[in-house]
């Protein structure tokens, strides 16, 4: 780092990498000017654990395991980004069973994940008992995951061609009845934090990201809808049949202050979460009969060619860009994740505000640094 | 919403000799751009308003060393999107693995500024004119650059050992007795 003539008032302070309120280890190195920031540098590489490069050691459906690991919140939609890639490189189509599985599996994760984004961001604003809340909710989702494929975090559930598990007997009564006692508990969440008067004071009018800035750090996901814009990759370029459900795509309207503040931000996911009971209500109403592992590939030997396929995760867009070379190892493996593209708007959004804004604002992008660093 | 095709004929009538070669034929057509000239290529997608290419869905490095059927070099790989027209394209950049040298795209889409940081720490591509090129993923003093084919591990960093030490199935099989002492050292 070169160490530059300060004027003298200005102070170097590090924010992390250990952190409570960092969402895991990133590094913020702030120049601020008594309590108003200057500038925010971030710095990350902690969690660095080369997927790339795993992935292109072992073969296509070794990979998966290290996808989940990604994004440990969301593994359900990283291994089914992936496992969409290689079946699109392989043309290979799989049952409506699996399809509405998929979907099932991607919405509840969906919630889990939204559930723990609100939760540990009430925490870093300083209320806890949303954190409460949303985990008593999230450990239900996690139960019905466990029963499902034995794991509560990193499933290895989306193979390419299928899925690992099919549902166990009682799935379908458990998570209806459990959607049944989650519809309250998003009403509840409203009346406890999201029209709190502090928590307005807070996240209103902070960490604004206009539309143009957006789209130039190709920001994507609630952090791009709570901007106003609607736009959702399940609705633009459906995958697994997501054109034949019903569902709307919430966007931030600006109700407090301005247009794409932290408090939109943070609207848009709970409103998410409502979606995506009803996209999970749907897919229990239609789950046809089916062999969950009929089309999975005895050798995964994709032709020579290469793709970029995106699906839409809880965080954002996710991109993966696979090069075969015919072979039974993946040429080259990489991953754009969306936490890593929203992160490097940080320094724009965060000048001139406060260092407990700067908490506000990390918390609103919901960042996973598993998923930035891979 | 243009096709492919039609985008190529744009970038052929723009910018007539610095297209190197072009492939329509796969499920993601793609056009080779002499390096000098992507960042007036992709600066002239993005203004463009029948092209608007206004997102840049990913830039990533490749190596091809080792490749059974590409010849060795290091390539860019530019992935855009126009929100606007719906459109997709593949721009790419071939490069000598001796000396990867490209403009940088940070001036037309401001992600390209960490994603470049990315592939110049991965694979040492270096990016003219980039506004602060160094390390991300990595620490600041590590050598190397990790995801080329033939990068070799460091057998320490800064003291600590960095090669990955045997397995204990490994050890068992070349004959050494294994206790139960859980910190033997590899």
Sequence with gaps: ?374 | MKKAVEILEKIQKNFPDKIVKSNMEVCQPFVVIVPEAISEVCAFLKEDEAMAFDSLMCLSGVDYKGSKTEEERLEVVYHLFSVSQRHKFVLKVELVRETPVVPTVEGVWGIANWHEREAYDMFGIRFEGHSDLRRILCPDDWVDYPLRKDYVPPETYQGMPAAASKQFAELAQEGEELGTDPYRAG
């Design chain 1, 1 to 374: 780092m070169q160490v530059e003539a300060y004027a003298g008032e200005e102070m170097i302070l590090n924010m992390g990498p250990q952190h409570p309120s960092t969402h895991g280890v990133l590094r913020l190195e702030l120049e601020t000017d008594g309590e108003i920031v200057k500038k925010v540098i971030p710095h990350i590489g902690y969690l660095h654990r080369c997927f790339e490069k795993h992935a292109e050691k072992i073969d296509y459906l070794g990979v998966i395991p290290f996808c989940d690991r990604m994004d440990y919140i969301a593994s359900m939609n990283n291994s089914l980004g992936y496992a969409l890639a290689i079946e699109k490189l392989l043309q290979l189509e799989v049952n409506q069973r699996v399809q509405t599985l998929r979907i099932l599996m991607a919405e509840l994760n969906r919630i889990a994940s939204h559930l723990l984004s609100i939760g540990t961001y009430a925490m870093d604003i300083g209320s806890f008992t949303p954190f409460l809340h949303c985990f008593r909710e999230r450990e239900k989702v996690l139960d019905l995951f466990e029963w499902l494929c034995g794991a509560r975090l990193l499933y290895n559930y989306n193979w390419v061609g299928g899925v690992s598990h099919d549902l166990p007997t009682g799935f379908i009564e458990k998570t209806r009845e459990f959607l049944r006692q989650f519809e309250p508990v998003i009403t509840e969440m409203d009346k406890l934090l999201s029209y709190n008067k502090i928590f307005i004071e807070r996240t209103a009018n902070v960490g604004i990201i206009t539309e143009k800035q957006a789209f130039s750090h190709n920001v994507t996901g609630p952090n791009l809808r709570g901007s106003g814009i609607r736009w959702d990759l399940r609705k633009e370029e459906p995958y697994c049949g997501y054109e034949t459900y019903n569902f709307e795509i919430p966007v931030g309207l600006g109700k407090f202050g301005s247009l794409g503040s932290c408090w939109d931000r943070y609207y848009v996911r709970v409103r998410e979460m409502e979606q995506s009971i009803q996209l999970i209500l749907q897919a229990l109403d239609r789950l046809p009969e089916g062999d969950v592992q009929e089309t999975v590939p005895k050798r995964i030997k994709p032709s020579k060619g290469e793709i970029y396929d995106r699906t839409e995760t809880p965080r954002g867009e996710l991109g993966y860009y696979v090069i075969s070379d015919g072979g039974l190892i993946p040429f080259r493996v990489k991953v754009k994740s969306p936490c890593f593209t929203v992160l490097s708007i940080l320094p724009s959004i965060a000048k001139g505000a406060m260092v407990a804004d700067i908490i506000a604002i990390i918390g609103s992008i919901d960042i996973v640094m598993g998923e930035i660093d891979r």
